[in-house]
């Protein structure tokens, strides 16, 4: 059988077999029958699944139509997914910004995607007659792509313990797109100092809710929840693209040492960072990480292709790198040095500070759409950063030190250094599955062997942990990057192998004990119920039961509240689903009542009063997070206990739920 016959063999294979995960999966620990669950997930997949699936391929149509015009070698093609994807985040911000979303409704927010699609189709009918060389390895992909389509199709706030049950997700990753839609404009706001993030991803979910007819009036969670179901997918496949564009990375270090059965080897090892369990769950929340692992592996094609114009592939290593700053601030000190040293180790030394001044420019000019919106809004085009040399901005000097203790990890250098092997924190964090070890050993390995690329890898390995250590808070899931430099390292290590089909055996034998734990840890969601929510979409969190005294604050909120009567949260910052009028803030923003207690600080019914005056009645506050921030030292200094004994002796509790959730009526109307 020649090798095309092989091929599409293998895709018939590799799409029975996704579909027999997806059906297993499906059968795990629902509420309701398995057909039931899979019917669920095949359709929010065919609702939001879709669009999120168009968004992709309307990028890589981008990339298609521009690539070839900058880069002329067999590299090419890999990049272009990666360079639409940085352009298509670019255009979703820049139209957030402009408003034209609002103004121009659904047909604007659509425009881009058929261009992209257009000129996808185009693309693909010239290149017709090229058809896509499968190796037998793929198939190991069929766990971890699985457990993606599965997970993204419950709804936010349901999975992953070790995410708060996507805290982050309801707090700002899709509470922020709802705000911008509904105020007709992708612009920072004072209540919550995400926003002003990059937030090219966030951009890109608020232009898929557009499309959706999500806007004023419409809440982001309307319409069972398809626009947050479709971020979701929009993760999903991101993961699938950062995948993808990691084997390239890996079979172009392989090429680089001159390996047999470099195709086999890197599309194993693609396939091991897949089914790592952290791949899994940023890829099926509403999380920035899986653009950064794809920007970041797409310029590193960029920055090791050698047939380029040395001055091009600075430009375009650039231009993705800023994007992947774009999607993740972080990017700029996990991201940067990696490509940094492929593009040095690629060009004559001769030619160094030049293309780096050209480096700088364009990696800067990608981020000027954010940089001028910031300073527009806050004064300080980075801001929270760097005020002690753009100004504070809205904020004080003890909002700022806060933020900064919240971010940043203050032990001490022994601490820093035992931090990479917690079980916590680390490198063996459960959700690494066996990829920590991995890499750590490949890059080792890479040590000993030396020479060429071998060494860029180790150099970029350790320059990501320099920076992990010295610029976060030492959270596990901030060293997904090392994915970028540690699976390719893995990749030149099994090559290194006398037999190179062993290489390829043993990596495809990793991949499968990698699945493993992924499917593990999804089975164990929810106490063995990971799937419980599918089939009842979001409803469980916006809607009450039939017996309204078991429901939960956000349904009683939303059901038997006068829909005009504002809501203010005390302690949380997590709206998304609500759909009253509600007042809240991050816990690094001035919250309404933290500025009430300032101006009177003695005088209680003062506080109350000048809630009131914002038209807030009900308060849902959370004294089971307050107690967590105050001993993190996070809270504002006015948020004290004492002070929030005698709020709540203003009001009455209408009803309390476990957790230390209370709604508290402040005694303006008739109670609910």
């Not at 034209?100 to 290149?127: E, I, N, T, Y």
Request: hydrophobic share 55%; aromatic share 8%; charged share 10%.
């Amino acid at each position: 059988m020649n090798a095309g016959g092989v091929s599409r063999l293998l895709g018939v294979a590799g799409v029975a077999g996704l579909v027999g995960g997806v059906a297993a999966l499906a059968a795990i620990g629902g509420t309701l029958g398995y057909q039931q669950t899979l019917v669920a997930i095949l359709m929010e997949w065919a609702r939001g699944g879709a669009l999120a699936g168009a968004y992709v391929a309307a990028a890589w149509g981008l990339g298609a139509w521009l690539t070839p015009y900058l880069l002329k070698t067999e590299d090419a093609p890999w990049v272009a997914p990666a360079v639409g994807l940085g352009l298509m985040l670019a255009i979703s911000h820049a139209m957030g910004v402009l408003g034209m979303f609002d103004v121009g409704g659904r047909v604007a927010a659509a425009a881009p995607l058929a261009a992209g699609l257009g000129l996808l189709a185009w693309r693909l009918l010239q290149r017709r007659d090229e058809g896509l060389a499968l190796h037998p390895a793929a198939l190991c992909v069929v766990p971890g792509a699985a457990v993606l389509i599965v997970a993204a199709a419950s709804p936010p706030g349901w999975l992953w313990a070790s995410e708060g049950f996507g805290y982050d997700t309801l707090g700002y990753h899709l509470q922020l797109p709802g705000e911008w839609a509904r105020d007709g404009r992708l612009w920072p706001v004072e209540h919550n100092v995400y926003s002003h993030l990059p937030g090219y991803v966030e951009a890109a979910f608020l232009h898929m809710a557009s499309v959706l007819g999500v806007g004023p009036g419409v809440p982001i969670a309307s319409g069972g929840g398809t626009a947050i179901l479709a971020a979701q997918m929009l993760s999903a496949w991101t993961a699938l693209l950062a995948a993808v564009l990691l084997a390239r990375v890996c079979y172009a270090a392989c090429r680089a040492v001159e390996t047999e059965h470099a195709a086999g080897i890197a599309t194993a090892c693609a396939a091991v960072a897949l089914g790592t369990p952290w791949m899994l769950v940023t890829g099926t929340l509403a999380y920035n990480e899986p653009a950064v692992l794809a920007l970041g592996a797409g310029a590193m094609l960029g920055a090791m292709d050698g047939g380029a114009r040395p001055l091009v592939r600075w430009g375009v290593a650039a231009f993705l790198v800023g994007s992947a700053c774009g999607a993740k601030p972080t990017a700029l000190f996990m991201v940067t040095p990696v490509v940094g040293l492929l593009l040095l180790w690629r060009t004559p030394a001769r030619w160094w500070l030049a293309f780096g001044g050209v480096a700088v420019v364009v990696g800067t000019l990608t981020l000027v759409p954010w940089l001028a919106r910031n300073w527009a809004a806050a004064g300080n085009p980075v801001f929270p950063a760097l005020d002690g040399v753009f100004g504070l901005g809205h904020w004080t000097a003890e909002q700022h030190g806060r933020w900064k203790s919240g971010h940043a990890f203050d032990g001490s250098l022994g601490d820093r250094l035992a931090m990479l092997a917690s079980g916590d924190r680390g490198l063996l964090h459960p959700q690494w599955g066996v990829l920590g070890v991995l890499m750590v050993l490949g890059v080792a390995a890479c040590g000993v062997l030396r020479g060429g690329v071998r060494l860029v890898l180790v150099a970029g390995f350790v320059l990501q942990l320099a920076a992990w250590y010295a610029l976060t808070h030492l959270q596990s899931r901030f060293l997904m990057p090392l994915m970028l430099t540690g699976v390719p390292a893995i990749a030149v290590a099994l090559s290194a192998l006398r037999r190179p089909a062993a290489a390829v055996i043993a990596a495809s034998v990793l991949a499968t004990v990698q699945a493993g734990f992924a499917v593990a840890l999804y089975a164990g969601e929810r106490n063995g119920s990971p799937n419980a929510a599918i089939a009842t979409g979001v409803a469980p969190f916006t809607t009450p039961p039939a017996d309204a005294s078991r429901a939960g604050p956000v349904p009683l909120l939303n059901n038997l509240l006068p829909r005009d009567a504002r809501v203010l949260l005390v302690f949380d910052a997590r709206p998304l689903y609500l759909t009253r009028p509600v007042l809240y803030s991050t816990t690094w923003d001035a919250s309404s009542l933290a500025k009430a207690i300032a101006a009177s600080p003695d005088d209680p019914a003062s506080w109350v009063a000048a809630l009131q005056g914002r038209g807030v009645r009900w308060m849902l506050v959370h004294t089971g997070e307050f107690d967590r921030l105050g001993r993190s030292g996070w809270l504002d200094p006015a948020l004290t206990t004492e002070n929030l004994e005698r709020l709540l002796g203003q009001g009455r509790v209408v009803r309390a739920w476990d957790g230390g959730v209370l709604l508290v009526d402040l005694g303006a109307a008739a109670t609910p």
